[in-house]
């Protein structure tokens, strides 16, 4: 059964979605959107079905980050929004595939749900690249093979890499895998540095290219 994530931060209107769409996908749904991507490297949906208007990350924020980075970008995004359709090319410019209006048309949903997921998706905008905070653990090797691990906080992500600040300091060419962190921890994928940004005023700010995206969870994950 293919799996819908639903992401408003309306309790009854994720119930009432669920209840129009459980007999044919497997709905799993957050009132949350900053968990929205956690779940979504956990959960690996064939669809998202996302809110606009969500107290902490929008929905205009969680869309451009999902449909940019490597590891989500081929998931079919559809909004669904209590806002007229002002926004329809605006989303759809960030990544989304699909713009639909309060209170939905669970028929034209269903259809286009079932189209959308039996065709080829759809390519995506070239690397984009977004400010987005969060935090990582960047586990490397020194100069002796001697595995330690690395706090850093990212400036911006593409589907491509990310720019962070880190807890230590990095040589170029370093390369470490990188895991996302939050409630467990997600594996982005094997990352090379490829550039460092000195600073006068601050810590260094280092630029690493993603090399790949095994989308599997981390064995210490708790």
């Avoid at 490297?41 to 969680?62: Q, T």
């Amino acid at each position: 059964m293919q799996r819908i994530l639903v992401v408003d931060d309306d309790a009854s209107m994720r119930e009432v979605i669920k209840d129009h769409l459980s007999p044919s996908y497997e709905v799993l749904d957050t009132g949350v959107p900053e968990a929205a991507l956690a779940m979504t490297l956990a959960h690996k949906p064939d669809a998202i079905l996302l809110d606009l208007n969500m107290l902490g990350l929008s929905g205009f924020e969680l869309c451009q980050v999902l449909s940019s980075l490597s590891v989500t970008e081929q998931i079919p995004i559809f909004i669904v929004t209590g806002e007229d359709e002002r926004n329809k090319a605006f989303c759809e410019n960030l990544g989304a595939l699909k713009y639909f209006t309060k209170p939905i048309d669970f028929g034209r949903l269903k259809t286009d749900l079932s189209w959308v997921l039996s065709t080829k998706k759809q390519e995506r905008r070239e690397d984009p690249r977004i400010q987005l905070r969060v935090v990582l653990k960047l586990q490397c090797r020194d100069n002796d093979g001697n595995p330690f691990e690395v706090r850093a906080e990212t400036e911006n992500m593409s589907r491509g890499g990310f720019l962070c600040v880190c807890s230590k300091a990095m040589e170029m060419g370093a390369e470490v895998e990188a895991y996302l962190c939050g409630e467990a921890e997600y594996n982005l994928g094997h990352a090379r540095l490829v550039r460092i940004v000195e600073s006068a005023i601050g810590k260094p700010r280092y630029a690493f290219q993603l090399m790949g995206s095994k989308q599997s969870e981390s064995p210490n994950a708790q």
